[in-house]
């Protein structure tokens, strides 16, 4: 059974930053899409970035509204996603979500392709 477990959110000033981490466990083979997704209160949940893990490289997408501020990577024992947030604005905040699927990323609009999701982490930026 696969799980997935976030962590690394807190409150911090804007301009400041965070780092998020998305730790799997039970995955079998290493070709999975894994997305962070994030939901601010009434708003819906949107996708921020991916990382497919079967790539040589990690193949990666973005958000417009975090290009050049957040970047995800796969950690060396392939196991967990960072998320990296730096220049963080009041409009981050927001409850981060990972998600995992055992193929290929597709856009992150596709929210409902991914079938496990962690319990989220709450990140709060102040102005």
């Known amino acids: 059974q696969v799980q997935l477990v976030e962590s690394g959110g807190g409150s911090v000033q804007a301009g400041g930053s965070l780092k998020l981490s998305c730790a799997a466990s039970g995955w079998t083979g290493n070709r999975h899409c894994v997305g962070w997704y994030r939901q601010a209160p009434g708003k819906e949940r949107e996708g921020v970035a991916s990382i497919y893990t079967g790539g040589g490289d990690g193949s990666t997408t973005y958000a417009d509204a975090v290009k050049g501020r957040f970047t995800i990577s796969l950690a060396n024992d392939k196991k967990t996603v960072y998320l990296q947030m730096n220049q963080l604005e009041p409009e981050d905040t927001a409850t981060y979500y990972c998600?995992?699927?055992?193929?290929?990323?597709?856009?992150?609009?596709?929210?409902?392709?991914?079938?496990?999701w962690g319990q989220g982490t709450q990140v709060t930026v102040s102005s």
């Open positions: 998600a995992t699927v055992p193929r290929s990323c597709v856009p992150l609009r596709y929210k409902h392709y991914f079938d496990v």
